[in-house]
């Protein structure tokens, strides 16, 4: 078996932590995300002041074609299960997102922390273990999984400036 494979990254956005954080739950549908087919909220409750909410998203399968014959019929779409905690006198938003299902081919964990840092300042930290039991899988999903946040980013991005522009237009008032 292999160890697994950690992927580190910070981003920061030039935006406040009510707007990162209210783009997080605009962001599919948004041009760089066609894969994504649906996303059902499932819980969500109010727990010491902190909202938690349970998402699942359903995505487009994408395992090579030469792995294809590992997945069985009911794996053709990729299930994801994405729990969240928006806590906001601090200003922290953490969501954490692992896939139910291929979990014998490989499992994906990513955590997001969105920290309110200036006024109109927010910094993302995306923690992510990829593990499977075979190299080969486990690196190729390793590196497939650096490619697909470039346009994760760009996403977030585009609904970023969505959000710009319908409260210029003053059809959002301020959203948080």
């Not at 922390?113 to 190299?135: A, F, N, P, Q, W």
């Not at 390793?142 to 946040?149: A, L, P, T, V």
Request: net charge positive; hydrophobic share 35%.
């Amino acid at each position: 078996m292999t160890s697994p494979k950690y992927f580190i990254n910070w981003t920061t956005f030039k935006k406040s932590w009510e707007d990162v954080t209210v783009a997080h739950w605009l962001k599919y549908p948004n041009p760089f995300s066609n894969h994504v087919l649906s996303e059902d909220v499932v819980e969500r409750r109010v727990e010491d002041g902190k909202l938690c909410t349970v998402r699942f998203i359903v995505k487009k399968q994408r395992i090579p074609a030469s792995l294809m014959w590992m997945v069985p019929k009911r794996h053709k779409a990729c299930y994801v299960k994405e729990t969240s905690v928006i806590d906001p006198v601090n200003q922290e938003c953490t969501i954490t997102t692992e896939n139910l299902n291929c979990r014998f081919i490989s499992l994906v964990i990513e955590t997001l922390k969105y920290k309110g840092v200036k006024m109109c300042e927010t910094v993302m930290e995306r923690r992510t273990l990829i593990s499977s039991k075979i190299d080969r899988i486990q690196n190729y999903t390793f590196e497939r999984y650096q490619k697909n946040i470039v346009n994760t980013d760009k996403g977030m991005m585009c609904v970023l400036g969505l959000l710009d522009e319908c409260q210029r237009q003053g059809l959002t008032g301020h959203l948080a």
